[in-house]
């Protein structure tokens, strides 16, 4: 458990998909999560993926399921959604930049580096149609704090979270030369 919180992460998010074996094949072999936990049924499959710490994602594999999940941008509005996407933490640069690569490799389409300015990511679809983003800290988000809302809603200025203003740290020059090569993108 953090101090921050009074979970120490995701458990599992349970997902849908209509076909484990391309979901076992993305997860697995293109993202590299290690595949911790299997139940079969005669009705269902549920599999479980390590996404780090005790986290990690699920999937249940209902016969004929149609997920019914409409393609969209991460991060841009689409009607009758709860969901937006899942962003999955890379531990350096190095990893977030080897990941894209794979991923370009494997065909699948993922975007230009982000700059969030606490973060950086990447965005990319996974074989269900489920929005994914890849992200690195450029903060420590146990101790520090990296406002940039011009306009915060009043439960943000009445009390606001303890805490520095961070201010990113930058990756060095030669990663983020690689990340430039890459394609990073000016913040949003």
Known sequence: MS???????????AMVTADMDKTVRFYRDILGCKLIATIGTDRFRH???????HNTIAF????????????????????????DHLSF??????????LQKRLRAAGVEVTRIVDHQFIHS?????????ALEASVWLMDPETEVSYHDPNPVAAVTEKPVPGPQAKPRKPSDEILREAVAAGLAPPD
């Open 3 to 13: 101090s921050n919180s009074p979970f120490s992460g995701v458990n599992h998010l």
């Open 47 to 53: 599999y479980f993926f390590s996404i780090g710490q």
């Open 60 to 83: 249940f594999e209902w016969p004929g399921v149609d997920p019914g999940v409409p393609e969209k941008p991460a991060g841009m509005p689409s009607s009758g959604r709860q969901f």
């Open 89 to 98: 933490n890379m531990d350096s640069y190095e990893e977030l930049l080897g």
């Open 122 to 130: 990447i965005y990319f679809d996974d074989p269900n149609g489920i």
